[in-house]
């Protein structure tokens, strides 16, 4: 009797072990398994997607293939028309309406930034002119995955080097290339135009208040290549400062030109009398032009500066 529970015991104890193994052989399988899944999901993703630099340091991961694009930024806004076909772009500011098909784009609200309808309308990538935002709402931006490509603006060549970026993100490269070389080549001829005398030009944005292009705005680069120089100095930090009657008066430009609105025909040398004594004034040398042309960094660029050229003459 004792040797058939022996016997039991031990084809018992045997079976167990059996069943004890194939348990363990089966879990270090399956782990294998969802190692390597994860090992191929990652690679799936790592190939879908490419991380760009961009101007400002960050880090910005996006789809291989940007079907919908969105700026924020009128002036970005021209050059993703001017690159883009018309499909990829999902959306405009109020502010953006050149060309004139953009206007039947979707409107977000950038001032201030609406986060719902940026999440409405699902962008790839969404492209700002940082300086026109504050860091807070472009975190909220990123908290919110919205890949978010922040560019900058100081003078011609970042102008070129960004229409080239957008054309590589969303994946028209060779036509970006194309319009760059293009502006490039307008520019240089634009630069070897004969050029003997620099006349000072004052760049007006506002009437109720008097800002205007500083010398550290890129706007300083389009006058020199008009063959004329900045009228505001240096000593303003900021791009776009604030400016007196007084210090008007004091630099005494030879040109003051504005857009439209600034009313430099109309009513503004009415609410600013003392300004009759500029140079500018005295000597009839008062424009008004396109004020898009003048606060937007972009594609028009060439034409902004035959334009201040043609003033200036």
Known sequence: MHSVYHNIFLRNS?????????CIYLILFNHLLACEYEKTSSEKNTFRTIQYTDDYGNKVTLKKNVSRVLSLSPS??????????????IGKTPYCNYPTYIKSKPTVSSYPINREQILALRPDVVFVKKDMFSESDLKELNRLDIPVYSMRFDGIEDVLRNIVVIGEITGYKKKSQTLCDSLRAEIEKLKSLPCTHKPSVLLLISKSELYAFGYKSYATEL?????????VDSTFAEAFPRLTQEYILKINPDVIIGGKHVGLETDFFVLYPALKRTKAFINKKIFSMDEDLLSRPGPRIAETIITIRKFIK
């Open 14 to 22: 045997s079976t167990g072990l059996f069943i004890f193994q194939k």
């Open 223 to 231: 006058i020199d290549v008009a063959c004329a120089k900045q009228a």
């Open 76 to 89: 970005v806004t021209e050059i993703l028309c001017a690159v883009c076909d018309t499909s990829v772009i």
